[in-house]
């Protein structure tokens, strides 16, 4: 899956012949998965209409400050194209073909258009395609001005070399549109912030055999782990994802999935991926208990009670706490009465470097909630309170806090 999916993409397309390529970088970009709204200066509608822009992005394409401008011959409710919704809708701007007068105006902060009133208006990275003729884009005052927007924190997009619309041949071509779209996503990833880091995490229930046909288990859905993997993934971390029964598949494909049943089978699979991982994350609801014997063929109902002799389960976390060198290690827990207190104690007794705490008796927290209410606690015993959140807010909460704890 692309880093682009989902993401917000505000395109902006300035007059000159490559502009026609916009088309093709709209495509790729819906394909990628993103959202694409399209903003264009008048000019660059002399090489790109707005309705195929709009076709393909299939979102509304703008270019005027007001809806009037762009249609003065029929009358239509006024309306503002807010340069500042649309700038904050993104995740990410594209400005390409940039042409040297837009790039110069955006050096310089002029703001005579709605795509450099976004521009200015934006708060994400921007990218810019420069596209213009060789001499232009050598030109002392072009570099002046990549110099000038690159120190501002723009990312260049280099233009390529080849046949110019002049018919000169030199850099200044847009780059194709597949290069810009593979410059981006290489950008992305070179800086996600757990690049590099490899991640275990424990999610779901354990199943405890009884027979061939009943088990001990509980409630957990997997929800939070699963949330867990799927973002510290997003983030750019190599994470293996050791899963009980879950109901749950991921919807991202970069997280290898190691399913197991057991305790005792998440025991030997957390253990075999800890010592080459930097943090472990585990989240799974592991029985506490087991049954001592498992009977081969199917129980018979015989008497009025059975009993069941159960054996303490091996705690891996705790195991991973007495072997741990750097990893960072996070534990959970799921309390109903004197959590901080007792939270603060599993987090010390398991030699953790964060638990983050859940409690029965909030409201929009638990196990099959798509919310969660949770609290960290770091080793230094300060607790963080967060408010009821969807599971993927919580599991990002988390991973900030682990992201500046080792970066620290
Ligand atoms: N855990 C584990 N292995 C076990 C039991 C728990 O790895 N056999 C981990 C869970 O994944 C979770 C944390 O320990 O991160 C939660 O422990 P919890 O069950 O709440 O607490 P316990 O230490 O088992 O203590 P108690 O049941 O008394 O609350």
């Not at 799921?334 to 599993?346: D, F, G, H, S, V």
Request: aromatic content about 8%; glycine content about 6%.
């Amino acid at each position: 899956m692309s880093v682009l999916n989902g993401k917000n993409i505000l395109l902006g397309v300035t007059g000159g012949i490559a502009a026609y390529k916009a088309a093709f970088l709209v495509r790729l970009l819906v394909k990628k998965g993103a959202n694409v709204k399209v903003v264009m200066t008048h000019s660059a509608k002399e090489f790109v209409t707005p309705l195929t822009l709009s076709t393909l992005s299939k979102n509304e394409v703008f270019s005027s400050f007001t809806n009037e401008e762009n249609d003065p011959e029929s009358y239509r409710e006024p309306k503002w194209n807010n340069h500042v919704e649309l700038a904050l809708w993104a995740d990410l701007f594209l400005i390409a073909p940039a042409t040297a007068n837009t790039l110069s105006k955006m050096a310089h902060g002029t703001c005579d258009n709605l795509l450099l009133a976004c521009y200015l208006s934006a708060k994400c990275p921007v990218y810019y395609a420069p596209a213009m003729d060789l001499d232009m884009y050598q030109h002392p005052t072009t570099n002046n001005v990549f110099e000038k927007l690159n120190s501002f924190g723009n990312i260049q997009i280099p233009a390529a070399f080849g046949e110019l619309a002049s018919g000169l041949v030199g850099q200044g071509r847009m780059a194709e549109p597949e290069e810009i779209v593979s410059f981006i996503e290489n950008d992305i990833l070179k800086k996600l912030p757990l690049r590099g880091k490899k991640f275990l995490i424990t999610a779901g229930p354990t199943y405890e055999a009884i027979d061939p046909v009943r088990f001990i288990g509980n409630h957990s859905s997997g929800k939070m782990g699963y949330a867990i993997a799927e973002t510290a993934a997003q983030l750019g971390a190599e994470v293996v994802l050791i899963s009980g029964p879950s109901a749950l598949k991921l919807e991202s494909d970069l997280v290898k999935v190691i399913r197991v049943t057991s305790a005792a089978e998440m025991y030997n699979a957390s253990h075999e991926y800890f010592n080459t991982s930097d943090v472990a994350i585990l989240s799974a609801a592991v029985a506490d208990y087991r049954p001592s014997e498992v009977a081969i063929q199917k129980i018979k109902k015989k008497d009025s009670e059975l009993t069941l002799h159960l054996t303490k389960t091996k705690d891996i976390l705790a195991s991973l706490g007495e072997i741990k060198k750097n990893q960072f290690l996070v534990g959970f827990a799921l309390e109903t009465q004197n959590e901080e207190e007792n939270a603060k104690l599993k987090l010390k007794k398991k030699n953790l470097d964060l638990i983050v705490l859940n409690s029965l008796r909030d409201m929009g927290a638990g196990f099959q909630t798509d919310t969660n209410k949770i609290t960290l606690i770091g080793k230094d015993n300060k607790t963080l309170p967060f408010p009821v959140k969807p599971k993927k807010e919580v599991a990002k909460d988390i991973l900030e806090y682990i992201i500046e704890q080792t970066n620290a």
